[in-house]
C-alpha cells in the first residue's frame, strides 16, 4: 500500500482549525502538530481514521492512525464517547445506591465493580465484614474474572480471525451468567453486595452449580488450548507484536494481566489481599517478553488459578451470618422489624437517608480482570459522597496504546487493542 | 393446507404488494454490528451459540451503515456520541429502523445526568423500545419480533 | 498494611523534605501528604526515586466547594518493591486553578490530568497535550464542578409526565 494521498484534507482555515473529518476530532493544527509527525502535513504519510464504529475496537474507542504504507509511525486515541458521567451521579446517592452504578463502569466484570465500592464504603465507615460473605464474594468475584477473561478471548480472537473461539467462549459464558442469575435475579448487572456482606445469602443448589462448573470447566479449557495456544497462525499473529518492556509498563501504570505479561509480578490479590484473598494458595502468572502472545498466556492460565480458588472457597466455605450486625449501615432483618421499635427506626433510617459516613477520604482497590481497580471516596460526613473517583485500570493501559502500536502493521492493531483488553465503559466512566 | 397444494390447485397466489414486499423485508433485516455499552454484549449473546439470532433471519450484522438497514441502538449514548449516532443513521440506505435497546437508549435510565441523552429518541426516530438494564436476549429478539411484525403492516403510504 | 509502617513513612518522609511537606494525615491507615503546588513535582520526584514510589495509580482532583482552598488535587502512588501506598494531597484556591504538570515524573499522569482539566477545569502548566478527553471539544463548562447540577432531567410523574414529553425534542427522519 503505496497512497501518498491523505485521507482527509488538512488546509489552515481562517481559525486555524483542522476539520479531521466529518464527525468530531475538532482540534487546531498545532495540537495536531504535536501528535502526528511532521511528514504527516506534507502528505507524506496517511492519516486514518479507525472508529468510533469499528468492530474492532471493543465499544466506541477512536484511533487517529498515521501510517506510512501498512506500518503505523504514532497512534492517537481519542476516548470519552462511552462518557457517562458516573462520578457525577454518585454525588447525588447515598453509599448503598451508589453499589447499582457501579456495575455499569466495567460491565464485563461487575460484580468485582460492586466489591471495589462496598469495600471502599466498608473502610470508610469501617465495618467487618462476616467470613461467610467474604468467601461467597470471592467465589463469585473469581467467576467474574473468568467470564470478563471468556470475553476477552472470545472478542480478541474474533478480530485476529479465530471465529469459531467466539462461539465456543459465549457458550461458557451462559453458564456463568446462569450463577449471577442464581444468586441475584439478574444476568450482567447484579448489585449483589452489599455495604456490611451480601444482600441475601445464596441458594441451596449454588454450591452443587458452582460444583459443575470446576467439573466442565478444565475440558472446555483444554479445547480453548488446543484451537490457539500452538496454532502456527495464531503464534504468527500475537508473538513479537505490541510489544511493551517492564519499566515502560511500570511508567504508564499499566496493571492487570497487561503489566504481568511484562514480567512485573503485581496483583493486588497477593499485594494487599482483600476479602480474605489470603486465605486461598493460588500463584499469579508471568509472561516474560510483554507481547501480545505473553499477555494472552497470563490470562489464560489466570482460569486454572480462578478455578483453583474457586474450589478451596467452596470447600472450606463456612455457615454463619451473611451481613454485619451492625445495625447502622446494614438494615435488620425483617421479622426483627415486628416487636424491636430500634430496629424499625434503623430501617427507617436507612431507606429514607441512608447512613452517614465519617469524614475523611479513602482509597480501596482490588484486582478486577482489567488490572487494579481502585475506588477513591471523599465523604463530607453526610450521607451522600462528596465525591467517588474510580481509578480504571483499562484507561491506564490504553495509555500505553500508542507506544505499543509504534512502528506496528496496521493489521497489528486491532491485535494490540485486543490483548490490553480494554472496556470502554470503563475507559470513559 | 399448505401453501404447495393451493398452489397445485390455483397456480397463482394472489397478494396485495404490500404484503409481500412487507413479508420480504421483514425476514431480510441486516442489522449494523454496532455497539455501545453493556447492552452491546447482551447483543453479542443474543448473536452467539445459545440463542442464535440467525433462526428469525437476521443472522449478518454488517459493520457498514451503508449495507444495514436496522440500528440496534445497544448502550447508553453520550454527548460526545450523540453526532457520530446520527451520522451513521444518515448514511444507512431507506427504509431503515431503529431499535432502542435498553433502559439508556430509551429514556437515559439510571443515567439522568450531563453526559447522557436522555433517550435515543431525541436523535433518531426510534421504532421499537426493549425494557431492561441489560434486557435479556429473548427481550431483544421479542423486540425484533415486534419490528417484524410493524414492518409486515407498514402501509404502502409509508413506503420512502 | 501494618501500622508501623504507615507511621514510618510519614516520619521519614517529613525528615526527608522538611518544610515541603506542610502536614501528614492518616486515616484509615492511609497516609496523605499534605503540599503546595509549588514544591509538589519536588515531593513526587524524592517519594519516586528515593522513596522508590515508581508507579502512578491515580490522580484526581475534588471540589469541596464551599469550603476554601476550594480544590484538591491528590496523586496516589504505590511503591512495587515495597508495597505500601502514600497519597499527596495539594490544595488549590478558588481563583488559582493551575498546577504543574506530572508528566515528568510520571509518564501516567498524562491522560489523567487530562480528564481533571476536561471535568473540573484546572491547567496544568507544561502538559504536553491539555485538551478535552471525555467531553466533545466544543462543549462549555466543567461537569464536575459543584455549581452544575447533578439531574438534568426533571423526573416524570403523572402530574407533570405530559408537559416534559412536550417539551422533549424528539428527533425526525
Known amino acids: 500500500m503505496t497512497v501518498a494521498e491523505p485521507q482527509f484534507q488538512i488546509e489552515e482555515s481562517p481559525q486555524n482549525t483542522v476539520t479531521a473529518s466529518d464527525t468530531q476530532l475538532d482540534i487546531t493544527l498545532d495540537q495536531l502538530k504535536k501528535l502526528v509527525s511532521p511528514r504527516a502535513l506534507t502528505g507524506d504519510t496517511m492519516l486514518l481514521n479507525m472508529g468510533p464504529q469499528h468492530p474492532s475496537t471493543h465499544g466506541v474507542l477512536r484511533l487517529l492512525l498515521e501510517l506510512d504504507g501498512e506500518t503505523v509511525i504514532s497512534c492517537v486515541p481519542d476516548i470519552g464517547f462511552l462518557h457517562t458521567g458516573i462520578e457525577k451521579t454518585h454525588e447525588g446517592k447515598n453509599y448503598t445506591k451508589g453499589i447499582v452504578l457501579t456495575d455499569r463502569i466495567d460491565y464485563l466484570a461487575p460484580l468485582i465493580c460492586n466489591l471495589a465500592y462496598v469495600g471502599a464504603v466498608e473502610k470508610l465507615v469501617g465495618v467487618d465484614v462476616p467470613i461467610r460473605a467474604q468467601y461467597i464474594r470471592v467465589i463469585l468475584a473469581e467467576l467474574t474474572r473468568m467470564n470478563s477473561h471468556l470475553v476477552w478471548l472470545g472478542t480478541h480472537a474474533l478480530d485476529i480471525g479465530a471465529m469459531s473461539m467466539f462461539l465456543y467462549t459465549f457458550r461458557e459464558r451462559e453458564m456463568l451468567l446462569d450463577i449471577f442469575e442464581l444468586v441475584s435475579g439478574a444476568r450482567m448487572m447484579t448489585s449483589y453486595f452489599r455495604v456490611g456482606g451480601l444482600w441475601r445469602d445464596v441458594p441451596d443448589h449454588f454450591v452443587d452449580a458452582v460444583r459443575n462448573i470446576l467439573k466442565v470447566f478444565p475440558q472446555r479449557l483444554l479445547d480453548y488450548e488446543k484451537l490457539l495456544r500452538e496454532n502456527p497462525l495464531w503464534k504468527e499473529r500475537t508473538v513479537g507484536v505490541g510489544v511493551i518492556g517492564r519499566e515502560d509498563a511500570i511508567a504508564y501504570g499499566m496493571t492487570g494481566p497487561s503489566l504481568r505479561g511484562s514480567g512485573v509480578n503485581y496483583d493486588v490479590r497477593k499485594a494487599m489481599p482483600y476479602s480474605s484473598y489470603d486465605h486461598f494458595d493460588f500463584s499469579v502468572p508471568l509472561g516474560s517478553t510483554g507481547d501480545v502472545y505473553d499477555r494472552y498466556r497470563c490470562r489464560m492460565d489466570e482460569f486454572y488459578q480462578s478455578l483453583k480458588i474457586i474450589e478451596q472457597a467452596l470447600d472450606r466455605l463456612p455457615n454463619g451470618p451473611i451481613v454485619t450486625d451492625n445495625r447502622k449501615v446494614a438494615p435488620p432483618p425483617k421479622h426483627e422489624i415486628a416487636y424491636s421499635m430500634e430496629s424499625l427506626i434503623h430501617h427507617f433510617k436507612l431507606w429514607t437517608e441512608g447512613f452517614h459516613a465519617p469524614e475523611g477520604e479513602v482509597y480501596h482497590a482490588v484486582e478486577s480482570g482489567k488490572g487494579e481497580f481502585g475506588v477513591f471516596i471523599s465523604s463530607d460526613g453526610g450521607p451522600k459522597p462528596r465525591r467517588v473517583h474510580f481509578r480504571a485500570p483499562s484507561l491506564c493501559n490504553l495509555q500505553a496504546l500508542p507506544h505499543m502500536s509504534k512502528g506496528a502493521l496496521i493489521a497489528d492493531i486491532v491485535g494490540i487493542v485486543g490483548s490490553v483488553d480494554i472496556v470502554l465503559g470503563e475507559v470513559d466512566r | ?160 | 498494611m501494618d501500622q508501623s509502617v504507615t507511621t514510618n513513612l510519614g516520619s521519614t518522609v517529613l525528615a526527608a523534605l522538611g518544610d515541603a511537606v506542610n502536614d501528614v494525615r492518616i486515616f484509615r491507615d492511609e497516609v496523605t501528604l499534605i503540599t503546595t503546588k509549588e514544591r509538589v513535582l519536588e515531593v513526587l520526584q524524592h517519594l519516586r526515586d528515593v522513596q522508590h514510589f515508581e508507579m502512578l495509580t491515580d490522580e484526581t482532583c475534588v471540589d469541596y466547594y464551599p469550603r476554601e482552598p476550594r480544590f484538591g488535587i491528590l496523586y496516589q502512588l504505590y511503591s512495587l518493591s515495597r508495597n505500601i501506598r502514600v497519597r499527596v494531597k495539594v490544595m488549590l484556591g478558588e481563583y488559582e486553578r493551575t498546577i504543574p504538570t506530572a508528566c515528568g515524573v510520571y509518564t501516567a499522569a498524562n491522560w489523567l490530568e487530562r480528564e481533571i482539566y476536561d471535568l473540573f477545569g484546572i491547567t496544568f502548566d507544561g502538559h504536553p497535550d491539555l485538551r478535552r478527553i471525555m467531553m466533545p471539544p466544543g462543549w462549555e463548562g466543567h461537569p464536575l464542578l459543584k455549581e452544575n447540577p447533578v439531574k438534568v432531567e426533571e423526573v416524570a410523574f403523572s402530574f407533570n409526565r405530559n408537559r416534559i414529553d412536550a417539551e422533549k425534542p424528539y428527533a425526525r427522519e
Do not use: H
Not at chain 2, 35 to 52: F, K, P, R, V, W
Not at chain 2, 66 to 73: E, F, G, H
Open chain 2, 1 to 160: 393446507m399448505g401453501l404447495e397444494q393451493k398452489l397445485g390447485n390455483m397456480g397463482v397466489v394472489t397478494t396485495s404488494l404490500e404484503q409481500a414486499v412487507g413479508w420480504a423485508r421483514s425476514n431480510a433485516i441486516w442489522p449494523m454490528l454496532f455497539g455501545l455499552a453493556c447492552c452491546a454484549i447482551e447483543m453479542m449473546s443474543t448473536q452467539a451459540s445459545n440463542y442464535d439470532m440467525s433462526r428469525f433471519g437476521m443472522e449478518l450484522m454488517r459493520a457498514s451503515p451503508r449495507q444495514s438497514d436496522l440500528m440496534i441502538v445497544a448502550g447508553r449514548v453520550s454527548r460526545k456520541m450523540a453526532p457520530v449516532l446520527r451520522n451513521l443513521y444518515d448514511q444507512m440506505p431507506d427504509p431503515k429502523w431503529v431499535i432502542a435497546m435498553g433502559d439508556c437508549a430509551s429514556c437515559g435510565g439510571v443515567f439522568n445526568n450531563y453526559a447522557v441523552v436522555q433517550g435515543v429518541d431525541e436523535i433518531v426516530p426510534v421504532d421499537v423500545y426493549v425494557a431492561g438494564c441489560p434486557p435479556r436476549p429473548e427481550a431483544l429478539i421479542d423486540g425484533i419480533l415486534k419490528l417484524q411484525d410493524k414492518i409486515k403492516k407498514e402501509p404502502l403510504t409509508k413506503w420512502q
